[in-house]
């Protein structure tokens, strides 16, 4: 075997060049990868046989083992990080790749401790609520009503439970069947109904425009609060005379017969 040089200058560090070693990034759907070559060439092949990904359940590594031989030392060897899509919000993740201990019938490089490699996985995945429909629908003052739904389009790291509250713009209007949401774990993906109806009245005041608010959802997790939906509606007046009179005063007639109009 080659003698290794004197001065101690020669670590696990020199003579195994990673490259990067931290702060990869790679994207839920994506890859990224290091490469791994050695300083010097050895007498016998370099073996890295136990590395592995922790940290995270968001990537996986491209193989547990490399092989170095005497031929290709100097050529750099891709290790690919792998991302793992799902449907979950878990928020971004730290990784680290352990590189284990090398293994070579070479003494200068068997048992390197071959250190790790750190970096980051992006969730690419954002939670929302979907309200449907959020426009066209009305109430009346006498009683109508109508109704809407409200479903997680995502899942997040279960247990959580999320609030979404139920509110109208004009308070007296109509009452709601629900003034508060809550979706969790087991029932995100379930569609919610929120019944509307208009408050019976005898005035008449004409058709009134009005908003209803879903949201902002809360819960314990950040990545999954904050977010709203407004659904547009029309309280129509039911007391409404079908017919346009005019003039409402000032018509005389008279006791011969005489007509206006």
Do not use: H
């Not at 379930?190 to 509307?196: E, G």
């Amino acid at each position: 075997a080659m003698p290794l040089s004197s001065g101690g200058t020669n670590t696990p560090e020199s003579q195994l060049i990673v490259s990067p070693k931290s702060d990869i990034t790679v994207g839920e759907s994506g890859t990224a990868s290091f490469t791994i070559k050695l300083n010097r060439q050895p007498t016998a092949s370099v073996s890295l046989n136990a590395m592995r990904l922790v940290g995270t359940t968001l990537a996986t590594l491209s193989q547990g083992n490399v092989v170095i031989s005497p031929t290709d030392w100097d050529s750099p060897y891709t290790v690919t990080i792998i991302g793992l899509p799902n449907n979950t919000v878990e928020g971004n993740q730290n990784f680290t790749v352990s590189l284990g201990r090398t293994s070579s019938l070479d003494s200068n490089f068997d048992q390197l401790d071959a250190g790790q490699v750190t970096g980051v996985v992006i969730d690419d995945d954002s939670f929302g609520i979907t309200v449907t429909p959020t426009s066209g629908l009305t109430t009346s003052n006498g009683g109508a009503s109508t109704s809407f739904t409200v479903v997680a389009n995502k899942q997040g790291i279960a247990p959580y439970t999320i609030a979404i509250p139920i509110t109208v713009n004009i308070s007296g209007l109509v009452n709601l069947s629900s003034s508060t949401l809550y979706f969790t774990d087991l029932n995100w993906n379930i569609p919610q109904t929120v019944n509307v109806t208009g408050i019976i009245t005898s005035t008449s005041p004409g058709n009134q425009p009005y908003t209803i608010t879903v949201g902002p959802t809360s819960s314990g997790n950040t990545a999954l609060n904050g977010l709203s939906s407004t659904v547009s509606l029309v309280n129509i007046d039911a007391n409404a005379s079908p017919f346009d009179i005019t003039p409402q005063s000032g018509l005389v007639t008279t006791k011969a017969g005489g007509t206006a109009s």
